[in-house]
């Protein structure tokens, strides 16, 4: 399973690190990502990671948003600068899960609210 924190409130141009823990019967971890779903609109990609450290970002959040992960702890962060109001969502973790019995998982974290208002 997933468990998401760090999210909240700021002003616009400020920062905010979002940080997702994976537990449980784990043999590896592919790629881990970032979604988010505002008010009406679908769930997207923000931003993913595979176990080698390449990464992916959406044209909305390039040169803003930096996605790390610590594959020891199990661990994805998402470091978020420049945050504007439109960045406003619901953000989910996700990771593509390689259990001990040899199964994946496509596993999402429970989400955690941004809000970037003045």
């Known amino acids: 399973q997933l468990q998401a924190s760090g999210g909240g409130l700021v002003q616009p141009g400020g920062s905010l690190r979002l940080s997702c823990a994976a537990s449980g019967s784990i043999f590896s971890i592919n790629v881990m990502g970032w979604y988010r779903q505002a008010p009406g609109k679908q769930r997207g990609l923000v931003a993913s990671?595979?176990?080698?450290?390449?990464?992916n970002y959406a044209d909305s959040v390039k040169g803003r948003f930096s996605i790390f992960r610590d594959n020891g702890k199990k661990m994805v962060y998402l470091q978020m600068n420049s945050l504007k109001p439109e960045d406003t969502a619901v953000y989910y973790c996700?990771?593509?899960?390689?259990?001990?019995?040899?199964?994946?998982?496509?596993?999402w974290g429970q989400g955690t609210q941004v809000t970037v208002s003045s």
């Open positions: 990671i595979t176990s080698g450290g390449s990464t």
């Open positions: 996700n990771a593509d899960i390689l259990k001990t019995d040899w199964r994946r998982d496509d596993a």
